[in-house]
């Protein structure tokens, strides 16, 4: 099965509510079978992501209402909570943040690193826009939260579907290294831990297996001293 690419583009608009600037709403003036099946497979996606892995996305609700614009009967309107706090590229870490972020931000690229690795060993449908750039990501909280989490906050991710085993998400796996290495900068931390441990959940894959040379290469390229 070739790499397909699920996602459209929507002419997506960002607008928020005068009443309520905590809710941010993007809005889609292409409405069709592909894109209803779009979005409803998306929200699935988004919540394994949550409930399995671990990551954090902000409310993701999709309602169907009257077009904004000329010539359009309807529109999608994807509705989230805004997170107040600074995108993971442009996060400046004080003092007394730095452990516990370092420990959120573990927590999600093992997150991540788990399930991209699920996908390259069962194929189908997955975001591929996770490991984009830290920029997906939001440190902060919404308006009623006590604490700061990190938070996935892309609105009408791309949904890619590939075959099993695909270098596709090798290549995803690459990205999300770079992203690792981005906050390692910004946090002023090394990320050993979590890098030692994405290594481990790669090398599970026995010696035997068909893919094993192209997954130890992905290994070593990433910086696995241990892969052999």
Not at 47 to 64: D, M, S
Not at 98 to 126: C, N, P, R, S
């Amino acid at each position: 099965m070739p790499n397909e690419n699920f996602g459209h583009d929507y002419r997506m608009k960002l607008m928020q509510f005068l009443q309520n600037p905590d809710v941010v709403v993007r809005v889609s003036d292409r409405i069709n079978d592909m894109t209803r099946r779009d979005f409803r497979e998306i929200k699935k996606v988004l919540k394994v992501l949550q409930t399995r892995y671990g990551i954090n996305v902000a409310r993701n609700e999709v309602i169907i209402g009257p077009a904004i614009l000329p010539n359009q009967q309807e529109a999608f309107y994807l509705v989230t909570d805004r997170i107040h706090g600074l995108s993971l590229d442009r996060k400046i870490y004080k003092p007394e943040e730095k452990e516990e972020a370092k420990q959120m931000l573990h927590t999600l690229y093992l997150g991540i690193a788990g399930y991209l690795w699920d996908v390259f060993l069962e194929g189908g449908e997955y975001i591929d826009d996770i490991t984009f750039s830290n920029e997906q990501f939001v440190y902060g909280r919404r308006k009623n939260d006590t604490k700061d989490a990190i938070w996935f906050t892309d609105i009408g991710p791309q949904l890619m579907v590939v075959d099993p085993r695909s270098g596709d998400i090798l290549s995803c796996l690459t990205k999300l290294f770079e992203m690792i290495k981005q906050s390692e900068s910004y946090l002023g931390e090394q990320f050993t831990e979590t890098k030692e441990a994405i290594f481990t959940l790669l090398g599970n894959m026995p010696q035997d297996d068909q893919d094993y040379w192209k997954v130890l290469a992905t290994r070593r390229e990433l910086g696995d001293k241990k892969g052999t």
